[in-house]
């Protein structure tokens, strides 16, 4: 059976196609945008698109900014040790697998500094701080102005929140029962040594596991994976929060859904991903706080169907890459 395995950066997307998601536009507390106290003059803006387009989109761009009465003039490639304002506008070609059709991922994601909980100590990494995404879905070729649409959508509501930013109130310090940081995390200066570009394993260093809540989903057969899940995770020496009834910030969930393509007849849309989400102080204004996603391995294909044999087999490679990843992180941590 053909098939056509793709790997996209897509940042809290919900599977059903057309369907929005702005899930970090607000801080934890549900009152406060993630975008207070932001400087711009500290952020790059980067355009993932179509190459011809790219000059094109990045001008558009700065002419929201522009017309909101925002002065702005970023690089246009991500900076070392800078926030960047990363805007995906990118159609895959499916080739054989659906001839003349595109995958389409398309979001937008701020990137910045954080500092999660559950570690052992104040550990600074590169994580994303505002979000809005567009489920990945299958497309003809598209035109210039769709490109410019989608790009007009993602600028107004970043500059929405952003102008909201501005505004809020900044003296805003969240209930401590509102945030489960302070039981687990050293609150004091991040040591400069902290900040650095993380690498694919390191956000989970100090990784507190009881603290983290793990769950799976794979439709009729959601118990059967998630038991398989758990079994492996345990084998493997890895143990997570147990405690029933009770709540916890942090979770891992293992996500194996499909969804009908429409435009690639008898196939359908085959996602399988693993992610670790948990909240996570805002470094540049560590006030406010926000759901972010600090580890995560996906997989997309367009397929004929989904057996539970393929299931299976996902489940177990991405249970075995979060346990490898983890023994890579905490190798040097033994308690």
């Known amino acids: 059976m053909k098939q056509m395995v793709l790997s996209i950066a897509v940042f809290l997307a919900v599977w059903v196609g057309g369907f929005r998601h702005d899930y970090m536009s607000w801080a934890g507390n549900g009152h406060t945008p993630t975008t207070t106290g932001l ?134 310090f969240p209930d401590p029962q509102e945030v489960p940081l302070e039981e687990d995390q050293a609150m004091g200066e991040a040591h400069p040594s902290d900040e650095h570009e993380p690498s694919a394993h390191e956000s989970l260093v100090g990784l507190n596991l009881s603290k983290v809540r793990f769950g799976a989903w794979a439709g009729k057969y959601s118990g059967q994976i998630g038991r398989r899940a758990t079994q492996q995770l345990e084998q493997a020496g890895l143990h997570f929060w147990s405690t029933p009834d009770s709540h916890t910030s942090r979770h891992l969930s293992l996500d194996l859904d499909s969804q009908p393509t429409g435009e690639c007849p008898n196939k359908v849309l085959y996602t399988a991903t693993l992610l670790l989400t948990e909240q996570a102080l805002i470094a540049r204004n560590p006030k406010i706080y926000a759901w972010v996603e600090t580890w995560r391995q996906r997989k997309v294909a367009i397929v004929e169907s989904v057996s539970l044999e393929q299931l299976k087999a996902d489940q177990k490679e991405l249970i075995a890459d979060f346990i490898s990843s983890y023994r890579i992180a905490n190798f040097k941590i033994k308690q």
């Open 39 to 172: 400087d711009l003059e500290t952020v790059s803006l980067q355009i993932i698109s179509p190459p011809d387009l790219e000059d094109h989109l990045y001008h558009r761009a700065l002419n929201h900014f522009a017309k909101a009465g925002i002065s702005w003039n970023p690089s246009k490639s991500a900076q070392k040790n800078k926030a960047v304002l990363q805007v995906t506008l990118k159609p895959e070609p499916l080739g054989e697998v659906c001839p003349g059709k595109f995958l389409y991922d398309h979001g937008m994601e701020l990137r910045d500094k954080v500092i999660p909980g559950s570690r052992n100590g104040r550990r600074v990494i590169d994580n994303s701080t505002w979000s809005s995404q567009g489920a990945p879905h299958i497309l003809p070729k598209m035109t210039r102005e769709e490109f410019e649409a989608d790009l007009d959508e993602f600028m107004e509501k970043f500059i929405g929140n952003y102008l909201l930013g501005l505004h809020a109130y900044t003296e805003y």
